[in-house]
Nanobody, 117 residues
Framework: VQLVESGGGLVQPGGSLRLSCGAS????????MGWYRQVPGKQRELVAR???????NYTDSVKGRFTISRDNAKNTVYLQMNSLKPEDTAVYYC????????????WGQGTQVTVSS
């Protein structure tokens, strides 16, 4: 599975961005798809994920500000980011786990999000 992110860029604090992750095949049966982020010198961290059963998880720092959604018809996962803060600055990566074993997973190339005035 190839994952291609888009939608990153420079935004002022308090602004919004929507990231998109397009997959090269149907995402209907993919167990979980998510967004991670990484800043230099730190580990990649989970931001949000959506399971094929409909449930979602968010890291505490983005709850109430970010929304993850999955459009199976378009093979795309979105991350709507509102009320952005400078600490949200990072490279955001799309990730797919094909099944609960976690043994078959894929990453996108990443998209830079910079929150600065």
């Amino acid at each position: 599975v190839q994952l291609v992110e888009s939608g990153g860029g420079l935004v002022q604090p308090g602004g919004s961005l929507r990231l998109s992750c397009g997959a090269s095949r149907s995402i209907f049966s993919i167990y979980v798809m998510g967004w991670y982020r990484q800043v230099p010198g730190k580990q990649r961290e989970l931001v949000a994920r959506t399971f094929n059963g409909g449930s979602t998880n968010y890291t505490d720092s983005v709850k109430g500000r970010f929304t993850i959604s999955r459009d199976n018809a378009k093979n795309t996962v979105y991350l709507q980011m509102n009320s952005l803060k400078p600490e949200d600055t990072a490279v955001y990566y799309c990730h797919a786990n094909m099944d609960p074993s976690g043994l078959q997973d894929y990453w996108g190339q990443g998209t830079q999000v910079t929150v600065s005035s």
